[in-house]
């Protein structure tokens, strides 16, 4: 049986998870985060993400125009 050889993965980068705003490394094997989603928050349900996404939009909207 040949033994497989992992993938290369792409360079990862630091990314801002759109839901609750932390910041993760993408790609990193073995983690469930998507490009937009971090590890935690992949798994709400689709309605959750929306809506807290919306919410996440409007705080950091707030946060700049008090800056």
């Known amino acids: 049986?040949?033994?497989?050889?992992?993938k290369p993965q792409p360079?990862?980068?630091?990314?801002?998870?759109?839901?609750?705003?932390?910041?993760?490394?993408?790609?990193?094997?073995?983690?469930?985060?998507?490009?937009?989603h971090c590890a935690l928050c992949v798994d709400l349900s689709a309605h959750a993400k929306k809506v807290l996404g919306r919410l996440a939009k409007r705080v950091s909207a707030l946060e700049k125009k008090l800056k």
């Open 1 to 6: 049986m040949a033994v497989k050889t992992p």
């Open 11 to 36: 360079a990862t980068r630091d990314k801002i998870c759109s839901v609750c705003g932390e910041k993760y490394i993408y790609p990193e094997a073995g983690s469930k985060a998507t490009r937009h």
